[in-house]
């Protein structure tokens, strides 16, 4: 038998390693993501049987006031969240990228929110908000001659500081995948850019972020799909509070799915969240390719 015979002889290998990750994603996943959309068009009554409803449960899901200010906040920290880690992410990946030994401790320290449980940073976090005049981030607004904030415990900032816990998780993720994206930048370029008179900040605009489009398609696309599915960190701060001035659709889809028992309503709203996912996550890449082109 040839080589060329065996390597089409073995084209089920690989399959053959797939297979018990394929198993595992299609019963706890794609099977679970195929009857909650058909639930999404059943008025779901739990061991009464279900009925068809058509279109009524998304009529039902977008006419309320709830789902626009939910889908308003979603998109917010979307938005707030992707770009302040992405900058963060970016200015600490300049500060410590190099092969210096030191850095790797530096670097290692840094991205410890990144592996820390979201309940542990939820619980660090709300320490961190206690409301009164020597916690810790009102002691920090102290120092700069701010008034003391009520944060989580108030409807005007709530949103902003679930969004400020968002930046300090995900920007040590970003940081690790742009200093990937350094490695591959060809230095001569620098050192030709600073003799043409460049200063820093175009060697950044014409040098590094061209380098970096690869690293950040790929960046952008995850921080955009992560702060839409956005609920751990909500729910346990506020829990979608004060008076929903922090809902967003996963916490809205959880309290109607658990709490009102509207099965079918949270599956359509299941259904709407994965159909804003994939437009978004379509829309960022097509902007990505744009800017290479």
């Known amino acids: 038998m040839t080589v060329q015979n065996r ?19 299609a019963y ?17 009554q739990p061991y009464l049987g279900n009925s068809w409803v058509g279109w009524d449960n998304y009529r039902a899901l977008v006419a309320t006031d709830e789902f626009l200010a939910a889908a308003g906040h979603t998109a917010i920290i979307a938005v707030a ?66 008034e003391p904030s009520q944060w989580i415990n108030s409807p005007d900032t709530s949103l902003l ?24 930048v060809d230095r001569s370029l620098y050192e030709a850019s600073a003799l ?37 960190e909500v729910y346990l701060l506020t829990n979608g509070g004060p008076n929903g001035s922090s809902e967003v659709l996963m916490t809205l889809i959880y309290r109607l799915g658990f709490e009102r028992v509207e099965l079918g309503v949270a599956a359509a709203g299941s259904v709407v969240l994965l159909l804003a996912t994939i437009v978004l996550t379509l829309l960022v890449r097509s902007g990505v390719r744009k800017g290479e082109s």
């Open 7 to 25: 390597r089409l002889g073995a084209w089920w290998v690989p399959w053959a390693f797939l297979a018990p990750a394929l198993v595992l994603f």
């Open 28 to 44: 706890f996943k794609f099977i679970p993501m195929g009857q909650a959309f058909v639930m999404s068009f059943q008025d779901v």
């Open 81 to 146: 969240q992707t770009t302040g880690a992405v900058l963060v992410g970016f200015a600490l990946a300049l500060l410590l990228e190099g092969q210096a030994r030191r850095l790797w401790f530096v670097r290692s320290a840094a991205f410890l929110p990144v592996v820390v449980p979201t309940a542990v940073i939820a619980e660090l976090w709300r320490i961190i908000y206690h409301p009164t005049d020597d916690g810790l981030a009102n002691s920090i607004l102290g120092f700069f001659l701010v």
């Open 161 to 184: 500081s679930v969004i400020l816990v968002g930046i300090w998780r995900d920007a040590p993720y970003d940081m690790i995948i742009i200093i990937a994206g350094l490695v591959g």
């Open 196 to 232: 043409d008179g460049a200063g820093w900040v175009r060697r950044i605009r014409y040098v590094t972020l061209p380098a970096l489009r690869p690293a950040l398609a790929i960046l952008l696309t995850l921080a955009a799909i992560r702060a839409m599915r956005i609920f751990t």
